[in-house]
């Protein structure tokens, strides 16, 4: 069956690092893929999608790489801010019209000042 | 900023009775979501809506479910007979094209079956 892996583990890093989270999938070949970040209490936002067939997104501090052949996402957030304290979902999307996203169980990131 | 908004943000409902939760997606897409999210645990699929129909469902979204977009604003979700295991918070979601382009989720609907 699918199964999406991210960072079970909380990630605490210090101010002004990088953090990098990583999603891994299993027995699924995504059209594209999507990470959000949650809040507590609050509905997912988008922040990058990246396509099967694009290496590398850039959006200010965030960067996200897809690699089809390691079946894997990583995530970079640089020049952490106590801000971007949150848990950051992986979402797979199939092609095809209907939308649908499977998500990770995502990764808690904290930062410290 | 346009946003999705869901109401109410919070139903108890006992075991057995109808609920709806509802929905009003920003006001230029036409495609429409409803996830779920039981306590520390993943976000779920259950359906996808466009053109007035559903265009795919998860094992999740039995029978028991339905949606419907009553007016050209609101988009519902109606759990028939509710069981303790529908607990969980409901995430509205909507796009202006489908898969491949982000989702704006709404905050959500904390529903607890007692």
């Known amino acids: 069956s699918q199964k999406i892996e991210q960072n079970s583990e909380a990630l605490n890093i210090q101010e002004g690092k990088t953090a990098t989270l990583t999603c891994n999938y299993t027995?699924?070949?995504?059209?594209?893929l999507q990470w959000y970040r949650q809040d507590p209490g609050r509905g997912p936002v988008f922040l990058l999608l990246?396509?099967?067939?694009?290496k590398e997104k850039r959006k200010e501090r965030l960067k996200v790489t897809f690699d089809t052949t390691l079946k894997q996402s990583l995530f970079h957030i640089t020049a952490s801010q106590p801000a971007d304290s949150a848990t950051y979902l992986c979402?797979?999307?199939?092609?095809?019209?209907?939308?649908?996203?499977?998500f990770g169980q995502g990764t808690t990131l904290q930062v410290k000042p | 900023e346009p946003e999705v908004t869901q109401t109410p943000s919070h139903q108890v409902t006992q075991m057995g009775q109808e609920v709806i939760l509802r929905c009003v997606p920003i006001?230029?897409?036409?495609?429409f979501y409803w996830y779920r999210q039981i306590l520390g645990q993943k976000v779920e699929f259950l359906v996808s809506?466009?053109?007035?129909?559903?265009?795919?469902k998860s094992e999740i979204f039995d029978d028991q479910f339905s949606v419907e977009r009553p007016d050209g604003s609101n988009f519902t979700l109606k759990i028939r007979s509710t069981k303790l295991e529908d607990s969980a918070m409901y995430f509205c979601?909507?796009?202006?094209?489908?898969?491949?382009?982000?989702?704006?989720f709404g905050p959500g609907t904390r529903l607890t079956v007692t």
């Open positions: 979601a909507s796009s202006s094209a489908p898969g491949g382009y982000e989702q704006y």
């Open positions: 979402a797979l999307g199939a092609s095809g019209n209907t939308g649908k996203l499977i």
């Open positions: 990246i396509r099967e067939n694009e």
């Open positions: 006001s230029n897409h036409l495609y």
């Open positions: 027995n699924y070949s995504p059209a594209y």
């Open positions: 809506f466009y053109n007035n129909e559903i265009s795919e």
